[in-house]
């Protein structure tokens, strides 16, 4: 069954560096988007992404915050100036054809900043 | 503000029951409604996704409901299995808003053998 694979699946980084995570969608989605957990909190949106732009964004996702899809099959989050209450799990998920079809999500990526 | 709120928060159960999670949301308006497992430390399993014009939706031994006058879904479990443990989201999806998913904050179910 296809899915969406993240990585790294850990990463520790000190507070203030730049960090880049990484996800391949499901092959033939349009739909992209990154989510966040804050440990023991409710999953939250970060910001979806549909024909190499942008489509919706969170308060959460300031300038520093950007996506970008490099080629065909990648899609990436980077965080710059990391802060300790960057940390948390970051999801990446895809869906097909509309916004109204189910969501798949990836393992995620768990960043902890120190 | 776009609300999710589920109950209860925690459930145990012995193996063999019949459960029923609740979910209700503040926002009419609702596009669809997608029910996930989460297993700790792990991503989410989507279950079942229900349109705004849909009442249910049914995947082997779960079925879930929704009914949008009243701001509520319910995700029922037959049969109950310790392999079913885990923490059950809900989210749904406002239309037009670029597939931004509004999660409530999970009921975590265990199952005794």
Redesign the interface.
């Known amino acids: 069954e296809p899915e969406v694979t993240q990585t790294p699946s850990h990463q520790v980084t000190q507070m203030g560096q730049e960090v880049i995570l990484r996800c391949v969608p499901i092959s033939n989605h349009l739909y992209f988007y990154w989510y966040r957990q804050i440990l023991g909190q409710k999953v939250e949106f970060l910001v979806s992404f549909y024909n190499n732009e942008i489509s919706e964004k969170s308060e959460i996702f300031d300038d520093q915050f950007s996506v970008e899809r490099p080629d065909g099959s990648n899609f990436t989050l980077k965080i710059r100036s990391t802060k300790l209450e960057d940390s948390a799990m970051y999801f990446c998920a895809s869906s097909g054809a509309g916004s109204g079809n189910t969501i798949y999500f990836g393992e995620g990526s768990w960043l902890t900043v120190v | 503000k776009q609300e999710v709120t589920q109950i209860p928060a925690a459930l145990s159960v012995p193996e063999g029951e019949n459960l029923v999670l609740n979910c209700s949301f503040t926002d009419s308006a609702i ?2 409604l ?1 029910w ?1 497992r989460q297993d700790p ?6 279950l079942l ?1 229900i ?1 705004s014009s849909q009442r249910e939706q049914t995947s082997g031994r779960l079925n879930a409901s929704l009914d949008k006058s009243s701001g509520r879904s319910t995700l029922y479990i037959a049969a109950s299995q310790p392999g079913d443990s885990a923490t059950y ?1 809900c ?1 749904f ?1 406002i239309y037009n ?10 009921t975590e179910l265990s199952v005794k053998p």
């Open positions: 596009y669809n997608q996930f430390g792990k991503g989410l399993t989507s996704l349109q989201l989210a999806m808003q670029g597939g931004k998913l509004i999660f409530g904050q999970g």
